[in-house]
């Protein structure tokens, strides 16, 4: 049987194997213990905040985008790209280029100016992927942010 | 007669006032030529992207805040703060912490897990303003950007 991959839209039924890959990148970027997110979360904000693109290798999900709009004060509308991932045991195929030139398809569809993510500065595989593309990076801003809420109670 | 200050949601005829306050930053973080935005990109964002707040001193807009609802993959629902301005005229007043502050009310209305904003790592003032608050700073994330657009023709 061939490997078949399809990209597509995520659906709300998706949304586990979602917060199972955001998991997964957590401990590859060293601070799993900083996802506090509920499923419930998650849907509480599918398609009123946020949206997905999901990658199926073979009908399993193994990577998946997860973006918003946004706007830019100085461009205008922008398409935000809060996460990226392909399962480990699946990178090599290709599948992370075919998924990331989808959301830039998504981005122009949207009509927007510009497309913004955030990369950790020692993650070089990532920045050497985004370096194939005609991006540019601004390493001087600091990201700042105030919570809400707390972790949750140990179970 | 005594000063005044109203903290009040955006009106779509603030608009205009608001692009000029967001070109007087663009200044001050040394980018001027990078604002390429329209009064029609801001019509077509506001409201369906973003929204905003406005400092009114003596009935003259001299602040403004610009935010939007995003989503951390790791907390949920977030307020993210795109622009922070006070006009250098009337700064030292206290407008800055009052407008601030209301930010934060509407991120906990609107319940949001946390706040996320950035700053440039050389702004100092602004970086003291954030210190008086609960914040956390990261400082090893790139942001990375790709244009579907060029800077408009000069006239």
């Known amino acids: 049987m061939q490997d078949s991959l399809t990209i597509r839209k995520a659906n709300r039924s998706d949304l586990p194997d979602i917060i199972q890959l955001v998991r997964e990148l957590a401990v590859y970027e060293k601070a799993p213990e900083e996802v506090w997110v509920t499923l419930e979360d998650y849907e509480d904000g599918f398609e009123s905040v946020f949206d997905a693109l999901v990658a199926e ?6 990577g998946m985008a997860l973006y918003y709009l946004t706007f830019s004060t100085w461009k205008g509308k922008m398409l935000h790209l809060e996460d990226f991932i392909v399962t480990e045991s699946h990178r090599g195929k290709g599948i992370g280029k075919q998924l990331f030139d989808e959301v830039i398809s998504q981005a122009r569809r949207l009509n927007t100016k510009l497309m913004r993510w955030q990369v950790l500065d020692w993650n070089e595989p990532a920045i050497a992927f985004y370096n194939k593309y ?17 972790p949750p109670a140990q179970s």
Chains 1, 2 share one sequence.
């Open 134 to 150: 005609d991006v540019a990076f601004d390493t001087d801003w600091w990201n700042v942010k105030m919570l809400f809420t707390g």
């Open 57 to 62: 290798w073979n009908g399993r999900i193994v």
